[in-house]
């Protein structure tokens, strides 16, 4: 069997530099290594709507700056289908059979839904639809029969309750569905990249973000505004590097020929960490450097990103394209899911000969 991609993210704001490293660099990567044999990129819109019914315009006005952040990283629409998830109606119905399949107390136990549920204050007035998500999650992921889901670690709880739902629809009703794997970043850093406040995520939700597109004078305000190790207060004290948010942006983010390029006194990170544990070595100093490595790697997507917002007609065109070509595609596995779960009737000739049969012989018998 072939491989298949399924990615996504919610267009409830433009995308940010955790997504770049947790997921959208890797889909790039993997897009052009041409070993996949399909490749679907979502945005969820349908999703971002479980936490902001009261707000449709926000999710409406971000599709667009997500699907500019897709282009502007590299996904080309020639070889990976980008498309809306609202237009793609047989999610729904899947999400209504997997639904079934999942216990509410299942359901309580997801620590990421458990900790957004903390986050937005939801209490006890959580909407149904976004408790449900991990549900609905599994059907975008099962409808594209997707063997692979490169995502952040916020997401493993996601796939986990994924392949539940496809082990126990198959061994209800037979091998239909296929279980995904997930791709968690090599980087370490990648996983789960903090804020520029040092929070746990950075997340379009907390405003702790650096964007893809951020212009440079506010990559730099950021950096320089960032969370570092509050008791390196004088040059000379040595400096914590554990939960130093400028430690963990250049684990996530400098390649080696940056030094060369930016700060030559040094070979490497490791050089770089030694000093400032040892001391001597101020916070400004490392903040230069991590500017100049972000902005050499924001620059050219954000030049790609101009490019592509000149012709946003063919972007809508892009994303329509890609709806209909992965409406056919969920389509031919509800198909599939009906089947197996034998509520096919209209083709079911076996159903409907059988019920001919057994009323011929209750009439036979009255008579
Ligand atoms: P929201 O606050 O609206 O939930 P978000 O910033 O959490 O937004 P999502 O759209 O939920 O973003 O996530 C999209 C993808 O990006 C997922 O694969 C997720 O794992 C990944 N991701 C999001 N934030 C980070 C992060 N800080 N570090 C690594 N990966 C991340
Ligand atoms: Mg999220």
Do not use: W
């Amino acid at each position: 069997m072939g491989k298949i991609m399924l990615t996504g993210d919610r267009p409830t704001g433009r995308l940010h530099v955790g997504h770049y490293v947790g997921s959208l660099k890797r889909r790039v990567e993997l897009q052009n290594t041409g070993e996949f044999d399909n490749i679907f990129v979502m945005i969820a819109d349908a999703q971002a709507l479980t936490d902001n019914a009261d707000n449709p315009e926000k999710v409406r006005q971000n599709i667009i700056e997500v699907a500019l952040d897709y282009l502007a990283c590299g996904l080309d629409p020639e070889k990976s289908t980008m498309f809306i998830q609202s237009q793609i109606p047989e999610l729904c119905e899947l999400s209504f059979y997997y639904m079934n399949l999942v216990t509410v107390s299942r359901l309580q136990r997801n620590p990421t839904v458990k900790s957004e549920i903390q986050m937005r204050n939801f209490d006890t007035s959580i909407p149904v639809g976004f408790f449900t998500y991990p549900i609905s999650q599994a059907a975008d992921i099962t409808a594209f029969k997707a063997t692979t889901v490169p995502v952040g670690e916020d997401q493993l709880p996601m796939l986990e309750q994924t392949k539940e739902i496809v082990r126990k629809f198959n061994s209800i009703y037979g091998d239909t569905l296929v279980e995904p794997e997930i791709l968690l970043p090599d980087n370490t850093a990648c996983l789960r990249l903090p804020g520029t406040d040092g929070k746990a995520k950075m997340s379009k939700s907390l405003n702790n973000c650096i964007y893809l597109s951020e212009e440079p004078d506010a990559i730099k305000q950021k950096v320089f505004s960032m969370f570092t190790d509050p008791t390196h207060i004088k040059v000379e004290d040595p400096g914590k590097l554990e939960g130093n948010t400028v430690f963990t942006y250049l684990d996530a983010f400098c390649r080696p020929e940056y030094f060369k390029e930016f700060l030559p006194d040094y070979e490497n990170l490791d050089e770089l960490k030694a000093h400032y544990t040892r001391g001597g070595l101020g916070d400004m100093k490392v903040k230069r450097f991590l500017n100049s490595v972000l902005q050499a790697e924001l620059e050219p997507i954000r030049n790609r990103r101009k490019e592509y917002q000149k012709d946003i007609p063919y972007v809508y065109e892009i994303l329509k394209k890609g709806s209909e070509k992965a409406e056919s595609v969920a389509a031919d596995t509800l198909r599939d899911v009906k089947e197996s779960m034998k509520i096919n009737y209209f083709e079911d000739q076996e159903l409907i000969n059988a019920q001919a049969e057994k009323f011929r012989e209750g009439e036979a018998k009255e008579a």
